[in-house]
């Protein structure tokens, strides 16, 4: 069965869609099948791998709150092996419109249990809260990334989200484990270098080696609806995740 990694973090604007769309991207393009799981209401990963969010058919909202199959939602991208399920606005709804359903956490692992066949690895953004959509996420991976940027607050809500994944192993998902933590938005500045030495003292062998440098590429690729490697394979924010999909796959 196709493994399922979370990248979580409620912060906003920390690298959780660049680093979802472009390990997706990445993995997809080392041969794996791979699913990326559109869950925030933004849509930015959906626009970023091309697809126009405001002409969608069938969402992730639809798969979860009016029974479509999540086969139904799913589409294909410019990258061979990577499938999209797309979001836009409508998802904010799936929050109000299952707090009344039983099992209301579960309803997205439920959802994705059908197609997890169907793919290596399955990969879901969330939104930046801790919402009931971020706990479905966190019941519905094996696994959860959690991207930091490297800047003066980067510790800020840890601990909160941390424990949050403890609750939800302890409660509703034993199996859940952070696969790794991942310093984005790297920059060679003193400051950088600090926080990269406080937050490897703090979580030692839980960050990736992999460290995601600040480069404009990443900024560049998704207003041309695309992934890195589909943009500039040789810049040094496409190295980065594809070196970042070789350590995700040797941590299992
Ligand atoms: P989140 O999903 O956590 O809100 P994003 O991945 O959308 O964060 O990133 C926030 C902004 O920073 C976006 O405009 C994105 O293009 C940019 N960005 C993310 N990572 C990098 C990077 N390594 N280098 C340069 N820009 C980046
Ligand atoms: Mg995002």
Known sequence: MGRVTAIANQKGGVGKTTTAVNLAACLAAGGRSVLLA????????????????????????????????????????????????????DLVGAEVELVGVERREYVLRDRLAAVRDAYNRIIIDCPPSLSLLTLNALVAADDVIIPLQCEYYALEGLSELLQTVILVRDKLNPSLRVLGVLLTMHQHTNLSRQVMEDVRGYLGG?????????????????????????????????QAYMALAREVISRG
């Open 206 to 238: 839980k960050v990736f080696d992999t460290v995601i440098p600040r480069n404009v590429t990443l900024s560049e690729a998704p207003s041309f609806g695309k992934p890195v490697i589909l943009y500039d394979l040789k810049s040094p924010g496409a």
């Open 38 to 89: 559109d869950f925030d209401p933004q849509g930015n990963a959906t626009q970023g791998l091309g697809v126009n969010k405001n002409t969608l058919e069938n969402t992730v909202y639809d798969a979860l709150v009016n029974g479509v199959a999540m086969e139904e939602v799913v589409l294909p991208t410019e990258v061979d092996m990577l499938r999209l399920a797309p979001s836009n606005r």
